[in-house]
């Protein structure tokens, strides 16, 4: 496995406001991902975070809301932007480790907007 | 759009009773599955992995896996208190890489 380390691991944000949420593991890995989890809902993939170029993003995310950086293999850092109510979530970096598809999850970071 | 299913629950068992979790799933190339188990409060932490079809045990854990059916199941034997969770169930495909996730199966222990 690999350790992740988010930061904040909590917040709590006023409207119309940005974040960044910084990513860090402990070993280069290949693949990262950003997902969200939304209070009492499962995972929704945010964006597949790319070393030295632009982010996938899925679909209903765009980069303008959620800008997201990977300047390295070890780490990441995602921005909420303009925050709304809305946007009160975990916000979760995960990584694959070894091939597979094996993905582990950091600790989280737990927004609150008000 | 893929789409991984599962029961909401909550699954209510008595302590040292075997729990059993299905997830069904709709994306017939999908080729690795995983469960996840997620306390309140803390985040998603992996318990099982299972690649082919058949079964695989890791301690009181037995994850099912039937691609013909499109289904996967997770098993606890002698459940415990502790498992007291929401698991969740998640697809991968080697394309996409990343994992599409259910939403999740509470699990209550009774002591």
């Known amino acids: 496995s690999a350790v992740i380390s988010q930061k904040p691991s909590r917040d709590i944000c006023q409207r119309g406001t940005s974040l960044t949420i910084q990513c860090q593991v402990d070993s280069q890995v290949t693949m990262m991902f950003w997902y969200r989890q939304q209070p009492g809902q499962s995972l929704t993939l945010i964006a597949t975070a790319n070393q030295g170029s632009e982010a996938t993003y899925e679909s209903g995310f765009v980069i303008d809301k959620f800008p997201i950086s990977r300047p390295n293999l070890t780490f990441s850092t995602l921005t909420v932007s303009n925050m709304s109510p809305e946007d009160s979530s975990i916000y979760l970096c995960?990584?694959?480790?070894?091939?597979?598809?094996?993905?582990?999850f950091g600790e989280g970071s737990w927004l609150t907007v008000v | 759009q893929k789409e991984v299913e599962q029961n909401s629950g909550p699954l209510s068992v008595p302590e040292g009773a075997i729990a059993s979790l299905n997830c069904t799933y709709s994306?017939?190339?999908?080729?690795?599955f995983f469960w996840y188990r997620q306390y309140s409060g803390k985040s998603p932490e992996l318990i099982m992995s299972i690649y082919s079809n058949g079964d695989k045990e890791d301690g009181r854990f037995t994850a099912q896996l039937n691609k013909a059916s499109q289904y996967v199941s997770l098993l606890i034997r002698d459940s415990q208190p502790s498992d007291s969770a929401t698991y969740l169930c998640?697809?991968?495909?080697?394309?996409?890489?990343?994992?599409?996730f259910g939403s999740g199966t509470r699990l209550q222990v009774q002591p």
């Open positions: 995960s990584v694959e480790v070894n091939s597979g598809n094996t993905i582990y």
């Open positions: 998640a697809v991968g495909d080697t394309g996409r890489r990343a994992l599409t």
């Open positions: 994306d017939r190339v999908s080729q690795s």
